[in-house]
């Protein structure tokens, strides 16, 4: 896999979420799709070994940005990258925008990263599309901040509507087009109430992040598939959880 | 400056370069990255019928490696054939095998020999054997040499690998060689696990690869190329340019690139190489065993 | 909030934690660190003679790890057990030796039983074996069945523990079991090379260490709890008390803490550990093999 | 083996050496010991795993410093290490500060280190002593920088005289104590040209630098000897090589 040098625009925190911009000179990210990245340093890292996989959260005029949880060492390492990380090209099968509404997207925890440039994209083709997002409670609903006019639920009611990202939304069934990321029993609870052709954009581990190490599959109907190149987007129907 | 030799002969077959893909690393969408840098390609290991594969989780990271569980997930040797012109870039095709039976190797080798397109064969031997009980192939000399020598009946004229596990590698290397392995392929993963402790499960439970064994398939090309007379290939944690060299001096006549492939651009493996071929003033063929006991004095190394 | 229990008991010995340092990397002028975070103490091999061990280079650093080679430095029985005293440091002390015969093994153990002093005594299977020609005593079960049986009869009375080599580690750990070991220390370091590709020389002909290992040991541990009744110690790559938890859940009674020493304080292993059992809310021994297949229905587990 | 983070005071690059000073609020370093230093970081390291030893420079109230050459990684990132490094407590059997002069100090290369400490000490007991430090040629010369008024020899005769620091140094039986640290061939050197009382500080890899990996042994008349323990000073007379 070819990393590339990026020189790191911004770096903040958003509630217990950081944000970090990078300036991206290559082919503009697709809505959906991600990128394996690490911090900048001494040639090959031994620790960690591999590189992260991140959802792309926006993407401007040559800078892209990520919006992550410190969860171990690789996020924790990314957190103080002020000057330049590696990153890999966009990556994976993204969402696939639609062109009428009006649409529904559903993010839970930091799952809500990839909607932000989804949502940018809708609004840029005038698509009507309501963002639901849902977090355990309002620590972690700063990561809404960045998008124009979402829905947020709390499971605590401290923030927002009290319940899941569900509840907010209520019947998935008026949409045209419904999309989501979270936890996979939210995928699965989507899945179940949009029908078959709602575009959920899974995570799994992932070693190499570009088809080759086939680490990173989920079961679908036709096997499992890679969510690195096949996905990390599938339309619910396709899989077999 | 001139460029310095970067080609090897390995078993009949020219290489441009020493690096291989390691089977299992390199995804056909992935070999725009590996023009001009290997000397051969070499797809995932195929095996008779399509396998599933084993549930994800399926890699985890450890310290300076990562262990994967992937079980062998592929499309069958009749599928695998069909698509096999994808892995046409311009360097030579080795296909890796595993049969979980003698007779499903030898199937295997036939069917890819028949096939005509591949310019080696590389045999897996380190998948699971269920006519032994679930025991690995590599679990001793006997069963290395029975399948070595019905791959070799089936496949005359095909130069065939015999990848080894670490565990009891040099004594079935020889028994490989013995049955008319052409080479030796030096290592695969060792078996490794892997504990979550705060959700208390077994995360995985697979084999060991990266940086962190490359001590170990050093001493394990090193012991084999100072018993057998075949040539060795290298696989097991090469990253830099410095490793591919270690693992010529040690004995191997080309290397393998696996975990490393997801972490760098393989290029810059090549690159690393070739500056230290043109400091040191050598071809790529020379470093050839530079450090094994002198030929015709070549015991099996005693410990410590 | 109440402390967590860390007490184990191995083999009849009670352990005030289940940390112990691993034979060869901690040294007497070291044991200062040491108050409160072993439960018992053990030093390094003793051989029936003095040893020079071998000449330097000894060690070189891997990824995630290290190679050493030391060659069994020691001052041989009798002068160390004349200094056995500075070892006494308030818990059980274990006594590691190695021989080269079986004969010398039996020597070792009646010398040390009669000492006295000893609550248990770990054989050191991986040392070289002048009886087969310069073949680790860990090639095979049968010596090791040969070895253990031996130490066994010379001294009925203290615990023994089998220290094994990665390599065939099953099998050998039920010989051992079979010979009479009361435990199973599961592993040494793991057969490597260290070479220096720009003085084109091998640095270091020995064995891996360190967090690079750490998964291969779990999963040693891991087969051999499966397979065996006796207690296991889990040593090879420790370096967290996270590390310390994995260990135990995959079936290790009691934990040691090698190469980790060298480069942390193992008070903080300890705390680490500490931390994890108060908020899991357990006692160390309630870890123990909590992953393992339920008791009874223990098969060596399949590859794959 | 215990490390502590300690304070980086100063971090300044002489010539091609660095020179890094710390802050050690604990038993001030004997001339002659040395240090097992690594970076700050995360709890750790994997990379490098070891730490790396260092002759104690100098010490001044409360404060010591490394001078080291920048081989690889592990003294590479130390390079960097602006703010806090993690140390050892000084180790070792240092020099023995002889109370009557005249002394001679003979350091070569990067081995110089130790003898600005021993230099110190003498000056503060008033023993009479002469610096003689050797170096392949005027680029390395600058760690001759913190002496009072050293005898520099370069090999090439860039710097100070032409020829090895013995050749600068003379006749080394005028003096009452010689002390040298610098690579094996010229210890051994100095052995033969001082006679068997001449204090040697000698270099070998390190695993732990507290006695405990037997790793770092040099051969002497009573065996192998750890060089982190019983040295890394031997008297010439104890050295079998
Ligand atoms: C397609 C995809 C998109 C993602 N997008 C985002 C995002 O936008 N924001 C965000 O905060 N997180 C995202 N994640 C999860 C993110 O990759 C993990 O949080 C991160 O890898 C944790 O690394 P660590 O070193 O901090 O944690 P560690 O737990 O130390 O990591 C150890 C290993 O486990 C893997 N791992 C741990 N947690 C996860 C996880 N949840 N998913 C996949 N692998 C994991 C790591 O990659 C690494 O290999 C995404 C994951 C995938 C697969
Ligand atoms: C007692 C003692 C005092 C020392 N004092 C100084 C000093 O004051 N200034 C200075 O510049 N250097 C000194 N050295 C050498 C210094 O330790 C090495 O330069 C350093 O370890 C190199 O580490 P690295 O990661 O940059 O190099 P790498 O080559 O990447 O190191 C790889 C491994 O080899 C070991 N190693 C490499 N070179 C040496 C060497 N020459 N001696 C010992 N181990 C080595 C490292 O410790 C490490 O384990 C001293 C060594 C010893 C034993
Ligand atoms: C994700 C993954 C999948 C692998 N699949 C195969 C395989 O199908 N056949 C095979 O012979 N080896 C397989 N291997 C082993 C590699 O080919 C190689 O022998 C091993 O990873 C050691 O090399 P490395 O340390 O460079 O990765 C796989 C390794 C990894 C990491
Ligand atoms: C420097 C060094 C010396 C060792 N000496 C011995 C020894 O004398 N006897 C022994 O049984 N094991 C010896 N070992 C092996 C350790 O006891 C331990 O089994 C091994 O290092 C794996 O554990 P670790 O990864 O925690 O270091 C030694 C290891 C090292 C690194
Ligand atoms: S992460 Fe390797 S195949 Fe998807
Ligand atoms: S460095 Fe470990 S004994 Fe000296």
Redesign the pocket.
Known sequence: MRFLPAAVERLQSLGRYVLLSYRWPGEPPQPGQFVMARPAGWGLSMDPFLARPFSVYDYEEGVASLLFEVRGRGTALLARASEEIEVSPPLGRGFSVCREGPAALLGGGVGVAPLRLLSRRLSERGVEHEVFLGFADAGLAAAAEGFPEPVVATMDGSFGVRGTVLDAAGDLRRYRAVYACGPNPMLAAVGLAAGPEAQLSVEERM?CGNGS???CVVPTRKGYLRSCVEGPVFEAGELAW | MVAPELSVELCGVRLATPLIP????LAPEALGEAAGVYGAVLP??VTLRPRQGNPPPR?AESPAG?V?S?G?QNPGVEEFLRALGAWEVGVPVFV?VAGETVEEFALLCGRVAADGRAAAIEL?LSCPNVERGGQVFCAGPSAVEEVVAACRRAAPDVPLLA?LALEGVVQNALAAEAAGADGLTV???VPALAVDARARRVLLRG?L??PA?KPLALRAVYDVASAAEIPVVG????CSGADVAEFMLAGARAV?????GFVRDPAEILAEFERYLREEGLAASELAGALLPAQGARPVPSER
């Open positions: 070693g190490c086939n680490g | 390691a089977s299992g690393t995932k290991t890699v990562m994967n992937i062998l890796s897996n990848k290592m695969n993963t084999g690869s990266g064994i696989c097991g944690g090469v393998q690139v696996g975990s490393a």
